[in-house]
């Protein structure tokens, strides 16, 4: 089975086939852009995007929408976090973090479905703890400062431990285990 996958981001996609080769799911970069609404909460973004871009198509979609909120900035970035990565960087958020010691944070990710039946959305979240400094060249975006719990290395270090825990590795279980039973 193909799945439509509008994002702009093919590490996305990558990640979203490792669960999908479990299920026989093939999800396909679709490269149609959609406005991000203005919501603290990413099922909220994940379903107006996955509704504007069946909109446009016509066809089932899927769109995801991630978030890292820092427990010490009152979950910042949170639902802004592709906004403040492209202004402020890995660099930025630990030069707000500074030297405080509450490191907590959490990714959280919504994927937004979109048939004409409507929208449906599944979300996964990793808590884990922000480094006190970038490590590992691999995966994308603030996979070089988040550490997640029990882990030692940062999702950047070893990205194939976050391909097997990662908040998107749950959202896409939910999702797939849903689509094919249906
Ligand atoms: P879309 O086209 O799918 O929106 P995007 O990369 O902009 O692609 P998001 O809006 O969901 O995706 O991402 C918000 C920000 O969080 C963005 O800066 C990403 O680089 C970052 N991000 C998303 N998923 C991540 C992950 O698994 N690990 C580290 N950073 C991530």
Known sequence: MKIRFATSNPYKVSEG?????GFGIEYVQLKEPYPEIRDEDVSRVAEEGARFVFDRINKPVIVEDTGLFIEALNGFPGSFSAFVFGKLGNNGILKLLGEVENRKAEFISAVGYCNQEGVRVFKGSVKGLIADRKKGMGGFGYDPIFIPAGQKKTFAEDPGMKER??????????????????
């Open 165 to 182: 825990i990662s908040h998107r590795n749950k959202a896409f279980q939910r999702f797939s285990e849903w689509i094919v039973s249906i």
């Open 17 to 21: 086939n490792v669960v999908g080769a």
